[in-house]
């Protein structure tokens, strides 16, 4: 059988829209899932960083400062969870 004979072109349209969304959606659950992921990873690296024994922590801390000099932010708030210890 042929399927254009029982679908008009508004439900084709329709359908192909349903599965283009549906496609976008499952990307984006993906993407906010690797994301999530890696902070997490970044946060406990963070936690492991704060300990002052850690022979490396001097080159860590200059190479940061290199690349992102640190900015004093006025009223700013830590991420939840930062500054405890773990």
């Known amino acids: ?3 254009n004979a029982h679908t ?3 439900t ?3 359908l192909r829209k349903f599965l283009r ?3 976008m959606v499952s990307i ?3 993407i906010t899932v690797q994301t999530l992921n890696d902070l997490e990873e970044s946060l406990q690296l963070l936690r492991q960083g704060r300990d002052p024994s ?3 922590k001097e080159e860590v801390e200059g190479f940061l400062a290199k690349l992102a ?3 004093s932010i006025d009223g700013g708030v830590p991420l939840p ?3 405890e210890d773990a």
Do not use: I, K, N
């Open 1 to 3: 059988m042929d399927a």
């Open 8 to 10: 008009t072109p508004e």
């Open 12 to 14: 084709r349209h329709a």
């Open 21 to 23: 969304d549906r496609r």
């Open 28 to 30: 984006h659950q993906t």
């Open 54 to 56: 850690e022979a490396w």
């Open 69 to 71: 000099p640190l900015q």
């Open 81 to 83: 969870g930062l500054l």
